[in-house]
């Protein structure tokens, strides 16, 4: 049973560029959430999805940053005219069941230059 | 704001030694708490807890949880070099949305 599979690993963007991460979610999960990990700081959350909606996304910028699950295929998370904040590790987290035990992907590592 | 607190910051052990790591919590409609090891790498699971007083048990690892003072503590006995981690909590607030709240984890260093 393959755990949760993000892509790529590493991101390297310039600057105004746009950045896409996917995420699939472990065999049987439906539930997906977005984690961001800034140098020094824990895990925040930014947007918990179902198929095809988002649930929340209380944890998410407001301009730039967007994410959706489709019916078919990964979860993206979209970032637009990328700034060298936005460097950091984005974690993909899927559950069976809102409120199960969230299980986290290996994480994407973006760097903006 | 949902605020997870975890203590010590750091530790640094030696092999066989016994550790205790501290959660402490203030959330509003809380669900569960949750203790995952962080290497260098994606956060990997290790307990759920949602009941008071009923301790989880993985082997070396133990957690308890305790709903009216707001904390839960993770133990490892006999510690060994890989359990060098980082071990983040986390807990799950209710509502319609099912984030975790994320503690800035220990960092825990365990010497030969």
């Known amino acids: 049973n393959a755990g949760v599979m993000q892509n790529p690993r590493h991101l390297v963007r310039r600057r105004g560029q746009e950045a896409r991460l996917r995420c699939s979610p472990m065999k049987g999960h439906s539930h997906v959430y977005w984690y961001r990990q800034l140098p020094e700081e824990g895990l925040k959350f930014m947007v918990y999805?179902?198929?095809?909606?988002?649930?929340?996304e209380s944890g998410m910028p407001k301009e730039r940053f967007s994410a959706e699950f489709p019916k078919e295929g990964p979860s993206i998370l979209r970032i637009q005219q990328v700034v060298r904040g936005d460097s950091a590790a984005y974690f993909c987290a899927s559950s069976r069941e809102p409120g199960g035990e969230q299980y986290f992907g290996p994480g994407t590592r973006l760097t903006v230059t | 704001e949902d605020k997870v607190v975890q203590s010590p910051l750091s530790l640094v052990v030696h092999e066989g030694d016994t550790v205790t790591l501290n959660c402490s919590y203030e959330v509003t409609n809380f669900r569960s708490l949750l203790w995952y090891k962080q290497e260098k790498k994606a956060p990997t699971f290790l307990f759920m807890l949602?009941?008071?007083?009923i301790e989880k048990k993985s082997g070396r690892l133990s957690s308890i949880l305790d709903k009216k003072e707001l904390f839960s503590i993770l133990n490892i006995t006999a510690t060994q070099t890989g359990d060098s981690a980082v071990y983040l909590c986390?807990?799950?607030?209710?509502?319609?949305?099912?984030?975790?709240?994320f503690g800035k984890g220990t960092l825990l260093t365990v010497n030969p």
């Open positions: 999805l179902q198929k095809e909606n988002i649930i929340d």
């Open positions: 986390a807990v799950h607030s209710g509502g319609s949305n099912y984030k975790l709240t």
């Open positions: 949602t009941s008071s007083g």
